[in-house]
């Protein structure tokens, strides 16, 4: 973890080394997200809103600015992997297991897409909804992304990769429904396989379907619930994740952005230096 390894630096490091190491987490983990215990903004504000209901939720509507805290709940029962999902899972090497110099995490790497479903269970600090007469748009506020969610009733886009097929995105091709006054529904697919379900390494197809439930319970409050079917990585579908919203009362929307330059300065100044987690620098 980056803020665990920083010790080790500074410990072999000169002045100026020290310096440049400090500069250059703070500027990570601002750019990066960070993955340490140290409170971000985004936490702060949700941990300091109220926790009344503001009244009940209107119906069919959830637009505007919502904060989160940086990372929902992960929920533990992932299911066996299929042979094809050992072999993709035994390639990656997520960065809680071998640390900032051994990872291949390609977002932690070079700032790639977190890619889906993981954009929505990775870094989740923030997210707002515009509504429009045939679609939704779904902006996250880490790293500026915005996704459309088709609500005009057409189907999900199959053969992807084919001659008449679509092309993979970083994102998917998503389309929505609402199921009750209340609860919308958002069904994905498409998304390029080289990126992670989530920060552990999980792979995907791309042809995974990946369902995210968003359920207004009043005025302040949206709870959500994402979940992954994916029959060529896994023996059966998987509820990944909930997180939990609240309504941001100055609807403000904050500039988190992963930078590579700073990402790339961090790792040659502390991420290198610290080693892989096994005691072997480098």
């Given at each position: ?30 750019g ?5 215990n ?6 702060n ?29 992960m ?52 997210l ?58 958002i ?55 909930v ?22 300065q961090?790792?040659?100044?502390v ?12």
């Amino acid at each position: 973890m980056r803020n665990l390894v920083t010790g080790s630096v500074l410990a072999v490091a000169g002045l100026m080394a020290c310096s440049l190491a400090a500069a250059a987490q703070n500027n990570a983990q601002a750019g990066q997200g960070g993955q340490g215990n140290a409170q971000r903004p985004a936490s702060n504000k949700f941990d300091n809103l109220k926790n009344d209901s503001g009244g009940p939720a209107p119906v069919h509507d959830l637009t505007g600015t919502w904060l989160g805290r940086n990372e929902p709940e992960m929920l533990k029962d992932v299911p066996p992997l299929t042979p094809l999902g050992q072999k993709l899972m035994a390639l990656n090497k997520p960065e809680d297991k071998y640390a900032d110099s051994g990872t291949n995490d390609p977002w932690y790497l070079t700032c790639d897409p977190l890619g889906f479903p993981r954009a929505v269970i990775n870094q989740t600090r923030g997210l707002s909804f515009a509504q429009m007469p045939d679609r939704i748009v779904v902006l996250d506020q880490y790293n500026r992304v915005w996704r459309e969610v088709w609500t005009d009733g057409r189907p999900l886009p199959k053969g992807f990769g084919t001659k008449t097929g679509p092309d993979p995105t970083w994102y998917g091709y998503s389309i929505g429904h609402w199921e009750a006054d209340n609860v919308l529904i958002i069904q994905t697919t498409g998304s390029r396989p080289d990126s992670w379900v989530d920060k552990a390494g999980h792979p995907h197809s791309v042809n995974a379907i990946s369902t995210e439930r968003y359920t207004r319970k009043d005025q302040n409050n949206l709870a959500v619930t994402v979940s992954i079917d994916d029959p060529a990585i896994y023996t059966k579908p998987w509820d990944i994740a909930v997180n939990n919203f609240k309504w941001a009362p100055d609807q403000d929307f904050e500039e988190q952005i992963c930078v590579p330059s700073e990402g790339i300065q961090y790792r040659e100044i502390v991420g290198v230096p610290a080693g892989d987690g096994s005691g072997n620098s480098h």
